[in-house]
């Protein structure tokens, strides 16, 4: 299986504008699953939620056709697709023709899955919807729901994972609750590049130390990991130190590359939240 070094990132790469689908270069989640206790049956749920930007290709008389396009891929797929070379494939469509819309939407989803599916078989697939330049302006902005820990006045010096920050109340009656922060940021796994994002973190269970908690989060700065990792080894550490009847964790990073990567997990099955951006997006 592909290795994350074997891929485009951090090297000079030729930009295609024919249609190729041997860019897109998959990445197994088994290796980083391992390393944090979920190696085995995962105890979550959930899908990784991709914004494309930067879509374009030419229609049969050769104009050039844009869209947005909203990709769903399960997070039991054994594979990730590594972003850069995503970048890449979708640039390939860049001076090719296609009949309509519905052809490109297909060959994505197509192509996409063959690739996270790679070496499994498929039991789920990959969902696609383009959202042509006419409704554009349809697309919201709204912030992730929850009382922001933000507000915390504490003081940070941990800037690499540290789960030993998290507590839990467990000698007192468990609470339901939503908290979010906007101070997540962790390095690519690869290049260190900054990623940027904002998480929500739902449960029902022991109350979780509300400022150790953003301490934990603000500990992921200096961390290299990619978005779909550092999500499930938030959700790991949090299920397995605080022991929460129910967990979701969800967050959305800023795009890199006209690409935005938004990871959910959540510990009980239940509909996926509507991709839509937050104001850093």
Known sequence: MNQPEQSQLGKPAPYTDQYDASLLFPIARATKREEIGAGGRVPFFGADLWTAFELSWLNPRGKPQVALAHITVPCETPNIVESKSFKLYLNSFSNTRFGSADEVRERIRADVGEAVWRGAPASASVGVRLLLSELFDREPVHELDGLSLDRLDIECTRYTPAPELLTAAFDE???????????????????GQPDWGSVQIAYSGPQIDQAGLLQYLVSFRNHNEFHEQCVERIFMDLWTRCKPVKLTV?????RRGGLDINPYRTSHPQALPPNVRTARQ
């Open 173 to 191: 009656q468990p609470v339901s609750e939503v908290l979010v922060s906007n101070l997540l940021k962790s390095n690519c796994l690869v290049t």
């Open 250 to 254: 969800y967050a959305r990073y800023t």
